[in-house]
């Protein structure tokens, strides 16, 4: 029966099972929005493109499958930006679907017309647009297939808005499937042998693809055969940390004694990530050692040196493939290596009283953070210094708990948060953002409550944008500028959306604070106030390298 070409792309959206796509109304691509009334698919109404765009890619990040994001014209998509931008260094899957102009009107100074191609095609896998409405059903699945085959990411498809409300009698394609790239017997065999010879591996997993039971897998694979397991920057979440093979992770915040023990390493495996530029101190660490890459990126686009075996393939693959056989994989080597690596990570991530001059003790807080929450929670970034007490004092146990931008985005934590209280409704999620980031997309705060999640934000307050600082600080010395930030009530804020929000001003407070935030039912927002001069914790492990590092 002929309907809409707008129609047809929600049908299809539908056949993808798809649950949720997150909005920023426009007028043009109503059609859309009105085949979406009578749909099945929750329609997120976001309050900026920004945040509509994170909320996808936290959806692909938890999911596996891509999140859906629709925004309008011109400045709609121009907002949209940081998240494409996101999903691209981060390799994860989502699809952006944008509303154009009539297609006559391009090229003519339209009202908010813009080059669709120009803005997007060097930072999207691919740039779509719908000119027949009888393929705009196909052209969505194309991008549903381009955004999560291979190494994942975002696709941008364009929606004119003429095109949208001509009529279609075709029917709705069924989801394209996704390749499965196999681990050849003879790969296989070799990485045998060179783990089996190793007297220092050390495996980094990274990247998407850590869903289920993969990364629990991978754990107890790596303790059989005695390899200590990294994960790369944010992508904590990997390997379980109560794992006696987890060895922290590589990356900003890092320890020292980690970077140290990457030089060291004779092999490195590599599981869904390569040696970037972050992970790698600035392509400056790891690459002496024998490298096994296994990724789904044929290009292996974001790996810099050696590679001595590259396997296209997922991670849940070539665990599956090694573990029919971890004894070969150990050789004659002991589990020295392993356990050295893992206590070292043990004791980096206990808590360290912090003692500040005035404020709230950030070690002390998320000391009680890790206690009260509990151990399947969600947890949220956004970027900056702030995080890195989470990073390093939250604990994970299974892959599908952690979002944050590996590209360093400022603003995903409170949107990321959302969506991820809405996908997995029965587990509490927790935002750790800075003062500088929250405001980023704080206004997805709304959201949060018009949708009845229940999200905790916790926010460190120093007044300034302190990663910045720390840079001005080395570089310049005594000549900050261009840093200081003047906050309102954030708790007052929350409060102000319809949810539960306090201000703490003490280290004593934390506990009853984050005790009445659980307690609320409601999403909730605790504002820590903390010294100017806070900064973030040392990366040495123990007191006696600090005392040696000074």
């Known amino acids: 029966m002929p309907r809409s070409a707008g129609h047809l792309i929600v049908e299809t959206l539908t056949a993808h099972d798809v649950e949720r796509v997150y909005v920023v109304p426009g007028e043009s691509y109503l059609d859309v929005l009105d085949g979406l009334h009578d749909a099945t698919v929750n329609t997120v109404v976001c309050r900026q493109e920004g945040g509509a765009g994170f909320m996808a890619l936290a959806e692909g990040r938890l999911t596996g499958r891509p999140g859906v994001a629709m925004v309008t014209r011109g400045p709609g998509a121009a907002n949209a930006m940081i998240a494409v931008h996101t999903a691209w260094q981060d390799a994860t899957a989502m699809v952006l679907m944008v509303g154009l102009v009539p ?82 017997s003879v790969q296989i065999e070799r990485i045998r042998r060179l783990l089996g010879a190793a007297q220092k591996p050390l495996i980094i997993a990274g990247g998407d693809g850590w869903l289920g039971s993969t990364g629990g897998d991978l754990a107890r ?22 794992s006696p093979a987890y060895a922290g992770w590589l990356g900003y915040g890092r320890s020292d004694s980690l970077a140290r023990h990457l030089d060291e390493a004779d092999v490195l495996v590599f599981i869904g990530c390569g040696r970037s530029d972050v992970l790698s101190e600035g392509f400056t660490a790891g690459h002496g050692a024998t490298t096994i890459l296994a990724l789904t990126d044929p290009d292996a686009t974001m790996h810099s040196g050696r590679i001595d075996e590259f396997v296209l393939t997922s991670p849940r693959a070539l665990v599956s493939a090694l573990e029919t056989d971890p004894a070969a994989l150990r050789g004659d080597r002991t589990d020295g290596w392993m356990r050295t690596l893992a206590a070292e990570q043990r004791r980096f991530a206990t808590p360290r009283p912090e003692t500040p001059d005035s404020g709230v003790d950030l070690g002390e807080a998320f000391a009680v953070i890790q206690e009260l929450l509990p151990p399947d929670r969600i947890c949220t970034y956004g970027a900056g210094n702030a995080t890195l007490w989470g990073h ?16 360093g985005a400022m603003g995903l934590g409170v949107p990321a948060a959302v969506a991820a209280s809405l996908i997995h409704p029965e587990r509490q999620t927790m935002a750790v953002c800075g003062d500088g980031d929250l405001l980023m997309n704080g206004q997805e705060l709304a959201v949060a409550v018009a949708q009845q999640t229940n999200p905790l934000v916790v926010v460190v307050d120093n007044g300034r944008y302190g990663t910045i600082v720390l840079h001005q600080e080395r570089e310049y010395p005594g000549r900050v500028s261009g840093t200081d930030l003047v906050n309102p009530d954030f708790a007052a804020t929350m409060r102000s959306f319809g949810g539960h929000g306090e ?35 040392s990366t040495a492990e123990t007191a006696e390298e600090v005392e040696r590092a000074s």
Do not use: C
């Open 103 to 184: 297609v006559d009107d391009r090229g003519r100074e339209a009202f908010q017309d813009f080059s669709l191609e120009g803005w997007f095609g060097s930072t999207a896998k691919r740039v779509l647009t719908v000119e027949d409405p009888d393929r705009a059903g196909d052209v969505v699945a194309e991008a549903f297939h381009a955004a999560a085959s291979g190494r994942p990411g975002p696709v941008v498809v364009g929606l004119p808005e003429d095109v949208l409300v001509k009529r279609t009698d075709v029917p709705a394609p069924t989801p394209r499937p996704l390749a499965e790239p196999a681990v050849s």
């Open 221 to 242: 694979l790596a303790e059989a055969a005695g390899i200590p397991a990294a994960t790369d920057w944010r992508a904590y979440d990997a390997v379980p940390h109560d």
């Open 503 to 537: 201000r703490v001003e003490e280290t004593s407070e934390v506990r009853g604070a984050v005790e009445r935030a659980l307690a609320s039912g409601t999403a909730s927002l605790i504002h820590l106030i903390v010294d100017r001069q806070t900064t973030p914790p």
């Open 392 to 407: 390093r004092y939250l604990s994970h146990h299974g892959p599908g708990s952690l979002v944050g931008p590996r590209n």
